[in-house]
């Protein structure tokens, strides 16, 4: 059973940053592009960075472009989202979820390409 495990949520003040983690196993880091989305309660969940499974393509939101960050680490194994310059509306649960149907120097927002997704950790900015 493929599994990915959140972490790094919490409350931060608008202005901050913030490092979400998603770990994996490594056979899903060498397979599987890896995507971070997030869902405000009330509204429909939304992409906001993805990694192909060559670690070679990336690919973010319109909102976040300048502002988010994503990597993959092998001697960690995860998956790391960086979020700089955070304002309250980054407030949202935020998911990652892997991909084995892209091709592998591509990544997508596509939800419906993801077959495995975390359980979420929750980002709070507010002062």
């Known amino acids: 059973q493929l599994q990915l495990v959140e972490s790094g949520g919490g409350w931060v003040r608008p202005g901050g940053s913030l490092t979400l983690s998603c770990s994996v196993a490594?056979?899903?880091?060498?397979?599987?592009?890896i995507g971070w989305f997030r869902q405000v309660p009330g509204k429909e969940r939304e992409g906001v960075a993805c990694i192909s499974a060559s670690g070679t393509a990336t690919d973010y939101a319109a909102s976040g472009k300048d502002r988010f960050a994503i990597s993959k680490s092998y001697a960690t194994e995860a998956v790391a989202l960086r979020i700089t310059r955070l304002i309250p509306e980054d407030t949202a649960v935020y998911y990652c979820a892997a991909d084995s149907k892209t091709p592998f120097r591509q990544c997508t927002f596509d939800e419906a390409m993801y077959e495995h997704w975390g359980q979420g950790t929750q980002v709070n900015v507010s002062s």
């Open positions: 490594r056979s899903t880091l060498e397979w599987y592009a």
